[in-house]
């Protein structure tokens, strides 16, 4: 959730480039810190290592996490910058950003977990924590090397912004209180009940209100209600794809767990054993397979269809992206319920530790079929969260699709618990630590059943739903 703090930090006070300079230091400052740490070994060891040495470590951890906040949304937004609404194709080619962003950033995650994994196992944590400090420096070097390059817009400044947020908020409370335990005059036949919600984004002379009734509030000077409304058409697709990311989680939870239990070799008499968590980078190359065919091939042919700048609409991308995921749920249930009979098959359902005969490739179809659909939808949703906000809160409306993966995390964790708390009151838990006696494929079908229902449920929105900026109408 911090890069919705770094958001609202660039659009109300210091601007997204100065935003980047600052998460570029804070990387340096915190991958410097734990390039030293990793050098310098304790004094006295300790069993389970030094309180001290604990503490500065996990300060430099939140350091890293808060240098991210600050970065990823302001850099996508002032990415996007360079495209202005003036140019006659910048629809199509602040689209096109997004997908090449996308296609890069999975090439340094691959690059990555391959190169650092190996200098981790051979050479030792101090080389990795000086490598990502190394990369990071020339990274920041080539991004001020193009300072004067960049299209920088001009964002209204308010640094009272968060002190009259707070007031507003308060007075909602106070407005809300009235309304539920007071009544009035005219509602004394028939006692009502009306839950106001209202959700402000503020950053500098732009507010943004929700409020699902639409009442009148004089709490806001006129400037400050210009986009009231515009947040409140962005709720339901927010809400919607929290489902989405729901199922995305899966890939570095239950399907690494799935994974750990099945035939891991490459080949009968290699030797060699594939680490579950090594399937997760067939995402990232399906991502990479897919951008340049997406934007290259797949683009072109629907504009000559559709005559829309990008092929399709923003929301008719995102809805594309569910189908997939709803599909690659249900072949996840597939392949589970085949891994589980032939652990049935073997006699292996009480031997846990034993490898199931089947081979862990079984499970790539899901992991590519996941990357396919964030090509989709985390690609549409970071575009139309940008394009949809005022000017003014672009870094906060990337932020908000960023905080749909947090959100998304969580909600699935407590979907897991749920479910294991009551297949646990009447058997066997679907969540087992034998998974020869769980039932993740019953698991899956059903995230697969609430993902179809989370397409149905988009579809409608996305339908009813008119887009902010005009050139975007057809849906």
Known sequence: MLPLLGALAADSWIGRYRAIVAAGVLYLVSFGMLTVSSM???????????????????????????????????????GADQFPRSSPDSIASRSSFFNWLHFAMWWGFIVAVVGLSYVQDNVGWDAVFGASWAMMLASMSLFLLGTGMYRVAEQPRDRRALARLTRTFAATARTWTDMVFRRSAAMDD??????????CCHAGDVITVINLRLCQCSLLRPKEQEGKGVMVKLLPIWMTSVVYAMVIVQVSTLFTKQGSTMDRRIGATTGLVV???????????????????YDRAFVPLARRVTKHPSGITMLQRIGAGMAIATVAM?????????????????????????????????????????????????????????????????????????????????????????????????????FSDNLNRAHLDYFYWALAGVAALEVLVFFYFSRRYVYTNKRDLVT
Not at 44 to 70: C, D, E, H, K, N
Not at 190 to 199: A, G, K
Not at 275 to 293: H, N, Y
Not at 387 to 411: F, K, T
Request: aromatic letters at 10%; charged letters at 15%; a neutral charge.
């Open 275 to 293: 680490p579950p968590t090594a399937l997760q980078s067939f995402v990232g190359l399906a991502i990479i397979a897919s951008v340049p065919v």
């Open 330 to 430: 249900a072949v996840a249930g597939l392949v589970e319920a085949a891994r589980l009979r032939e652990a049935r098959d073997a006699s292996l359902v009480d031997r846990p530790g034993v490898a199931v005969p089947m081979s862990l490739w079984w499970m790539v179809p899901q992991y590519v079929l996941l990357g396919l659909a964030n090509v989709f939808t985390i690609v549409g949703l970071e575009e139309f969260f940008y394009d949809q906000v005022p000017d003014a809160l672009r870094s906060v409306g990337l932020a908000l699709c960023m905080s749909i993966m947090g959100v998304g995390s969580y909600a699935s964790g407590v979907l897991v618990s749920a479910i294991d708390w009551a297949t646990r009151r009447t058997g066997e838990s679907w």
């Open 190 to 199: 028939e006692w009502q009940v009306r839950t106001v919600f209202i959700i």
């Open 40 to 78: 310098v070994p304790p004094r006295q060891p300790q069993p389970g290592g030094s309180p001290s040495r604990a503490a500065f470590f996990y300060a430099t951890i939140y350091m890293v996490a808060l240098a991210q906040g600050f970065h990823k949304p302001n850099a996508q937004a002032l």
